[in-house]
């Protein structure tokens, strides 16, 4: 818990009754009142049973949510966390470290039962247990406003699994980005997740990355990923998957037509592993994202993966970091490419390879056939700092000498490349005509400092931060 100090409601004096028992006719529900859309039906809310109830035999509750909530701290026994309270209308709640403990997220859930504002909510390392986590899935058949949520770091383990799996089986809230990053889940609890997310088709983001998954855990990763028809976004990184569970991992990846990004860094695939993935690339029309850096792929892999993106149609970034290739693996990606006239591919990240000008070569002819494609590698062997920066000028004075000559904006300059003439493009669409166009003539480098000015961090640039990135 923060520092912060004990808040006692602003409301007279009244005498303290104790909570009714469970049994009691007289129950009262802290519910939101639903619109039309997510209104659901009284007599399955009737016979329904939640933790989150509380009971009192004389009145109802018509106080506001900061007095439901300093209410629900007095019944559980913590002091109110300060910052919730001041940010109980806002759209996203950032509860991480705060050390909340079961009791004090009970207290969080049944202020939120009733709440239609929070969207997003964080609680990230707060010792949740059990208790806290059954009081938030409590919490969440209720509150159809709440749309995505980190529980990460909070060593749930299989008995938090298991409340996940029944909460994701009923496929009943408007959840749809769920973070469980770091909490201990081995491949029991992959089982229980995978049996529910087989059948789920509400969560289309989840992170799964830092657990203790092993190569039977991906089993079950394979298993639900071809049955799976809701999952757009999926991290696993930082697992326990070598080759046995990379091939069977990629089984559900050749069929599944819904995951359109994928996280497999830092396991341990093996050239095996990126023979299964090549074979994937060949077949899987859906993923644009896949990161498999950091996965023991020599050469020998990469050539396996190059095979399959001589058909893909639909991959746009692929990193390969932090993998033992060399600068034969980098030129058999690339040449991949050229020979694929329909690859999307906009970025290949392979920056711990050393290349030479002769790469730079092949590169730029393959850039001739792809505009759109930039490939970040270390450096180019035998080229000094010095003759680098000969050959580099900073591209936003090149613009805004282009502009001033042709007395228009730089503002103006940019939205020209845009067809739509909109302040915001695609980055690889933006690459793509920094490149084709002929007004400036830039290189590559120079047109991914522009893009690094640019980016808007959401896979688009923004022509708006044009103010922060004056020549």
């Not at 300060?82 to 759209?91: K, V």
């Not at 302040?423 to 120079?446: C, E, S, Y």
Request: proline content about 3%; hydrophobic content about 40%; overall charge negative.
């Amino acid at each position: 818990m923060d520092n912060d100090e004990p808040l006692e409601p602003e409301t007279q004096d009244e005498p303290e009754t104790e909570p009714a028992p469970q049994n009691s006719d007289e129950t009262l529900y802290c519910e939101a009142e639903a619109s039309v859309g997510v209104d659901k039906d009284k007599a399955a809310r009737e016979s329904s049973e939640t933790d989150l109830e509380i009971e009192d035999t004389e009145k109802s509750f018509t106080t506001g949510q900061r007095e439901l909530y300093l209410e629900a701290c007095k019944l559980m026994g913590v002091v109110p966390v300060s910052y919730f309270l001041r940010n109980m209308e806002e759209s996203y709640m950032n509860l991480n470290h705060h050390g909340l403990g079961p009791n004090g997220t009970k207290a969080i859930a049944i202020a939120l039962v009733s709440n239609t504002s929070v969207v997003t909510l964080e609680l990230a390392d707060n010792s949740l247990m059990e208790e806290g986590l059954l009081s938030l899935v409590e919490m969440l058949q209720e509150n159809y406003y709440l749309q995505e949520m980190n529980v990460s770091d909070n060593d749930l383990g299989l008995k938090g699994a298991r409340i996940i799996s029944e909460f994701l089986q009923r496929n009943i809230s408007s959840l749809w980005n769920l973070q469980l990053s770091g909490n201990n889940f081995r491949d029991e609890s992959a089982e229980l997740l995978c049996q529910a997310l087989s059948a789920n088709y509400q969560i289309k983001t989840l992170d799964l990355s830092h657990n203790q998954f092993s190569d039977k855990g991906g089993e079950y990763v394979g298993q639900m990923l071809a049955l799976n028809i809701g999952l757009q976004s999926l991290d696993l990184s930082w697992n326990h998957f070598h080759v046995r569970g990379a091939v069977a991992l990629c089984s559900g990846l050749r069929v599944n037509t819904t995951l359109q990004k994928l996280d497999l860094s830092m396991n341990g695939f093996g050239n095996e592993g990126a023979t299964a993935l090549g074979e994937v690339l060949r077949l899987n029309n859906s993923l644009v994202y896949l990161d498999i850096s950091c996965n023991d792929i020599t050469n020998d892999g990469v050539s396996k993966i190059s095979k399959g993106l001589e058909v893909n149609e639909s991959l746009k970034v692929l990193k390969l970091f932090l993998n033992p290739v060399s600068m034969d693996g980098a030129v058999s990606l690339i040449l991949s490419l050229k020979r694929n006239p329909k690859s999307k591919m906009e970025e290949i990240d392979i920056s711990n390879v050393l290349v030479s000008e002769q790469f730079l070569k092949i590169l730029d002819g393959v850039c001739a056939i792809h505009p759109q494609l930039d490939v970040l590698y270390k450096s180019v062997q035998g080229f000094s700092a010095k003759k680098a920066l000969l050959q580099w000028t900073n591209p936003m004075k090149l613009i805004q000498s282009y502009a001033d000559q042709h007395k228009i904006t730089v503002l103006d300059f940019f939205k020209s490349l845009n067809p739509k003439g909109m302040m915001t493009m695609p980055v690889g669409d933006f690459r793509k005509a920094m490149i084709q166009q002929d007004m400036v003539p830039l290189n590559l480098p120079q047109v991914r400092e522009l893009i690094k000015k640019l980016d808007d961090k959401t896979g688009m640039v923004n022509f708006s931060l044009l103010n922060m990135a004056k020549p």
